[in-house]
């Protein structure tokens, strides 16, 4: 029944007060000027007005109800000290206060009940005078008139308040709607820009790779011939060519992988229980695994759909993952949380995946770096990683996000379409 009110009203209240504070000031400067009680009354009435909203923000749920309850004590004191018959006092109108108040920040129901006992407070001086006087037609009519008017001008004034009410609320929605797909739309727009540059970028080293590689056949066909040379020769020239020839090797090595990363993926998506590949995946790596204890929790929802991928190649996806998981928690161990839970995104269902860690996690500075081919903080890591994770995401129309997670360490939070939602698949095809 209750409602909050719009923020704007704060920004008006300092000069809504000054109002309420001429208005009373000029009820006190009326007639009858040397009654204390009326005076008193006032000043009471002018201090409820200038805190009624923190008083009713002191109690959430019942605030209103007492700030409306005080002005009808405070009204019906008033009329009380300001006529010699209470019931004909000309100060009756300060019931609209407590009507007015109540209109304001109840409901109808509500609105009409405090109205009704606002009248019943003025009624209730029937009693006293009916002590001394007769009801006459004449005042029961004017009573009623008195107390008809309460109604229709807490109605009139509920409505407008209501209404004002729900369009505050429908421009809340609406502006929270749109912040929301705000954000999304930065996501899709960031998601869009690391797709653009790892594309760029993959194609620039490619071409640099494929320049490399046939002067570096030339070096390391030449270096083995020096090597079987030199065989007889002084151990320290051996000992030289054997190090051209071992890090010739060890370049090469690294441009064919690199030729592999940036040969384009071929993906053939299929049907396929998502669970099972992160199981076998997790096998394969924690069988690998040499350094410290990790302990590894499964979340996996029982009502998964089947997902839309190559087997080979989101098996790759987790295996990347989780040896980089392994590899930050390192020599300490730690644990491993892995979530499958069913996800939309972007209007397309699907299975969400994350992986979390409580290795030490990556500084923001470097959280968007992490993707780019080659970057490593690792003093033997190579930075393909995540740059090949990466795009399978991007060919199975997936994504992939890292986030901090509440303690320190590192989620990657990734989604897959399902096979059912996934009708456009034709972008698939290979
Ligand atoms: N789970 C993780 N925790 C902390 N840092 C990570 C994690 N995963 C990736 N990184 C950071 O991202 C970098 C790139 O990862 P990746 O592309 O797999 O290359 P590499 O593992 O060869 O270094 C890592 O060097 C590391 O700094
Ligand atoms: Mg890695």
């Not at 004590?73 to 009507?99: F, M, Q």
């Not at 009139?156 to 809340?172: D, V």
């Not at 993959?202 to 011939?225: C, D, T, Y």
């Not at 076998?280 to 040499?290: C, G, I, M, N, R």
Request: one cysteine or more; glycine letters at 6%.
């Amino acid at each position: 029944m209750l409602c909050s009110m719009a923020d704007e009203k704060h920004l008006k209240t300092s000069w809504m007060d000054l109002v309420w504070l001429l208005f009373l000031v000029g009820l006190a400067l009326l007639p009858p000027i040397d009654e204390p009680h009326k005076q008193g009354t006032l000043l009471a009435i002018a201090l409820l007005q200038l805190f009624e909203d923190r008083l009713a923000a002191q109690f959430p749920r019942r605030g209103w109800s007492y700030v409306v309850l005080l002005q009808i004590l405070l009204a019906t004191l008033l009329i009380d000290h300001t006529g010699e018959l209470s019931i004909n006092s000309t100060y009756y109108p300060i019931y609209y206060l407590p009507v007015f108040t109540a209109a304001l920040h109840f409901e109808a129901v509500g609105t009409l009940l405090w109205t009704a006992l606002a009248s019943a407070a003025y009624s209730s001086y029937l009693y006293p005078a009916l002590q001394e006087y007769e009801l006459t037609p004449d005042s029961i009519a004017r009573l009623s008139q008195r107390i008809m008017f309460f109604f229709i001008a807490a109605v009139i004034i509920n409505q407008f308040a209501t209404k004002a009410r729900r369009q505050t609320a429908r421009y809340q929605r609406l502006a929270e709607e749109l912040a929301a797909s705000n954000r999304q739309l930065e996501k899709v727009q960031a998601d869009a820009r690391r797709s653009e540059r790892l594309a760029a970028l993959g194609q620039l080293s490619a071409g640099l790779a494929h320049e490399i590689r046939n002067p570096l056949g030339v070096i390391k066909g030449s270096s083995e011939m020096l090597n079987q040379k030199l065989a007889t020769a002084d151990p320290l020239s051996a000992e030289l060519a054997g190090y051209i020839s071992s890090e010739v090797n060890r370049l090469s090595a690294l441009v064919s992988r690199f030729l592999d990363f940036a040969r384009p993926l071929h993906a053939e998506p299929r049907p396929h229980d998502i669970t099972a590949v992160m199981d076998k995946a997790l096998k394969s790596v924690s069988d690998q695994w040499t350094g410290g204890p990790v302990r590894v929790a499964r979340t996996y929802a029982g009502d998964l759909p089947l997902a839309l991928i190559d087997e080979g190649l989101a098996a790759q996806v987790f295996v990347n993952l989780l040896q980089n998981a392994y590899e930050a928690m390192g020599e300490n161990g730690g644990s491993l949380q892995i979530d499958l839970s069913k996800a939309v995104s972007n209007g397309h269902r699907g299975i969400q995946v994350r992986v979390e860690d409580s290795g030490p996690g990556i500084a923001p500075e470097i959280r968007e770096q992490i993707f780019n081919p080659f970057f490593t903080t690792k003093k033997t890591g190579v930075g393909l990683g995540l740059a090949i994770v990466a795009k399978i995401m991007d060919e199975h129309q997936g994504s992939i996000r890292v986030e901090p997670t509440a303690a320190q360490g590192t989620a990657f939070v990734l989604f897959f379409p399902a096979a059912s939602s996934a009708i456009e698949s034709e972008v698939f095809a290979s």
